[in-house]
């Protein structure tokens, strides 16, 4: 079954311990990319990969890194993470035709809480 | 950044009825989409207008898109309970790059 799958799906974490919140798609799709989700905000974009060994920030890229080592999986990391980055996150790829017009599928989500 | 906006941010309404759900955006685009996302999960493609269309039907779904108002609007015709969710319009600008930028959304409740 063609997916995007997030792991894990629920985190709760103190502040300052790193992690990591993984990411991989089936689909063999070049780009990727991080949302995080919060009340009244909507999604906003936290970091995009155009192709392995590419990526580049999003809106809002501050306290996260990201890597591309292999096109399937695009890992989210929080090296010290912070009460404000608890929050609903989204991996997503871009769907079939979607090099032209952008369709993304979406993971299922992370809810990450920072104590 | 060019987020959208939707309008209303909530919408009640009783099963068979109509939802209507507005869009606004700031600049430019190649498309307009729209998703929808059940309580607490993934986004799931709804349908895709281009910037050269008016209007799309798919189902029970119907897009349109105004490029000289920047807006757009969906309507769910004879709608049912199991529509009941956060709608989200999505914009790319006009410069050939993959990203996407979403509105707050709006929430539908259908009431059975």
């Known amino acids: 079954e063609a997916q995007v799958t997030q792991n894990p799906r629920y985190l709760i974490t103190v502040t300052g311990k790193k992690l990591t919140v993984t990411c991989s798609q089936n689909?063999?799709?070049?780009?990727m990319s991080w949302y995080r989700q919060d009340p009244g905000l909507g999604l906003r974009q936290i970091y995009y990969?155009?192709?392995?060994?590419?990526?580049d920030k999003g809106d809002v890229p501050e306290g996260y890194k990201v890597s591309r080592k292999e096109k399937r999986n695009f890992p989210l990391i929080l090296e010290s993470p912070s009460p404000n980055q608890t929050s609903l996150y989204f991996c997503?790829?871009?769907?079939?035709?979607?090099?032209?017009?952008?369709?993304?599928?979406f993971g299922p989500g992370t809810r990450l809480t920072v104590l | 950044s060019q987020q959208g906006e939707e309008d209303p941010q909530a919408l009640s309404i009783q099963e068979g009825e109509n939802a209507t759900m507005n869009c606004s955006y700031k600049t430019s685009i190649n498309n307009l989409q729209w998703y929808r996302q059940n309580s607490g999960r993934g986004l799931v493609h709804l349908i895709l207008?281009?910037?050269?269309?008016r209007e799309k039907h798919s189902g029970r779904l119907r897009v349109t898109l105004d490029t000289s108002k920047k807006s757009s609007s969906l309507l769910i015709t004879a709608s049912r309970a199991a529509d009941t969710a956060s709608y989200f319009c999505a914009t790319d600008e006009r410069t050939g790059a993959n990203n996407l930028f979403f509105g707050t959304g709006t929430r539908l409740t259908v009431i059975p």
């Open positions: 990969s155009m192709n392995v060994e590419v990526t």
């Open positions: 997503a790829s871009i769907g079939p035709g979607g090099q032209r017009y952008n369709e993304q599928f």
């Open positions: 207008i281009r910037s050269n269309e």
């Open positions: 689909m063999n799709h070049e780009y």
